[in-house]
Structure formats: structure tokens, C-alpha cells
């Protein structure tokens, strides 16, 4: 089922767009703003076999819907990135996303910001969550500043055990909890 924006629309991520989405991370020209030396050398750019045990099968097929999807990013039917959540939890009241795009050039342009809201709003309608966590590095300025923009806020700095005990994974030395609520 594909969920329509204004401008984009998100369309239900398969198995067969595993690989693309894991080259759109580890090998755009949008990699070392995200990944890696010498910007990010807590966060090394991930193996194929570290990104599938992040991103497992459930994350591109219905059997994820509820708990954890990945979705491509389709601009006039080109893919352009991709969007996700994880760790919905009813309970809480909260679930996690993450975004990238496929490129630089696909950046800038509200595509992203877009696309969070319109998954935000499927969420909420479809699983009742009020909560949207995001959590870039503190090094990311720009995921930041596009994430205000979108209407996250800054709640504080969480350090890796932090992260670890909130969310029983940690990614970076340092990131920023953001949340947006509906």
C-alpha cells in the first residue's frame, strides 16, 4: 500500500530493495555526512551482513508492519531515498525513524521533511502513536536543522549507554534525542 504525500510517496519496501537501500547509505555521496572516517569515526560505515542484522527481513516485508518498515521514497515515480520506523511501542507511546536519501541532489528540497511527516501521520492514523523519535549524531548539523524544521525537538544529548538502556541499541558517541509529537 503506498502512502501519498503532496509531492513524494512512500511505497512499501521488498526484500529486492535491500541491497539498493544498503548502497544509498554506505555508498551515495551523502555517505561521509552520515558514516565514517573522518566525520563520524564512532559510527563506521556498516558491512552488508552489519546493515541486515540491523535491517532484518521484517523491515521489507508485511511481517514488519507494526513494529519496524522501511519504505522508498518516490518522487514522480523515481525512487529518491528511503524512510523507516522502528521500535513501535503502543506502550510507550513512541516509535523511532530514520531517513537518506539516495543522493545529494534529492536533498534541500523538503523532500525528506515531507516524507517524515506523511509517515508520522500514516503512524498515527494506522497505530494510534502520538511520539516520533529521531536521533541523529550530534555531528549531523544538517539532519538537525531539517529536523526542526519538520517539527522535531531537541530534548537532550544522550550519550551511548543512554542510548543502550533507551533503546537497547547505540549508534553514535553522542546523539541528539529529537522528538515530534501529533
Not at 39 to 49: G, Q, R, T, V
Not at 101 to 128: A, F, P, R
Not at 133 to 141: A, E, F, L, M, Y
Request: net charge negative; aromatic share 10%; charged share 25%.
Amino acid at each position: 500500500m503506498k502512502i501519498i504525500g503532496k509531492k513524494i510517496e512512500l511505497v512499501p519496501a521488498k526484500e529486492a530493495d535491500r541491497e539498493k537501500i544498503f548502497s544509498w547509505l554506505t555508498q551515495s555521496d551523502l555517505t561521509s555526512s552520515m558514516l565514517g572516517e573522518p566525520n563520524y569515526p564512532d559510527h563506521p560505515i556498516p558491512s552488508w551482513e552489519e546493515f541486515c542484522t540491523d535491517y532484518t527481513s521484517d523491515f521489507f516485508s508485511t511481517s514488519g508492519d507494526g513494529k519496524g518498515r522501511n519504505y522508498i521514497i518516490l518522487l514522480n515515480d523515481m525512487e529518491i531515498g528511503t524512510i523507516g520506523y522502528d521500535l513501535l511501542d503502543k506502550i510507550k507511546n513512541r516509535v523511532v525513524l530514520d531517513i537518506w536519501m539516495k543522493s545529494e541532489e534529492y536533498c534541500g528540497k523538503g523532500y525528506g521533511s515531507e516524507s517524515l511527516d506523511t509517515l508520522c501521520k500514516y503512524i498515527n492514523k494506522t497505530y494510534n502513536i502520538t511520539n516520533f523519535v529521531i536521533s541523529p549524531s550530534t555531528n549531523n548539523k544538517r539532519a538537525i536543522a531539517a529536523y526542526m524544521k519538520t517539527g522535531f525537538e531537541i530534548i537532550k544529548t544522550l550519550t551511548k549507554e543512554e542510548q543502550e538502556k533507551e533503546f537497547g541499541i547505540a549508534e553514535y558517541n553522542e546523539n541528539i534525542l529529537m522528538i515530534k509529537s501529533l
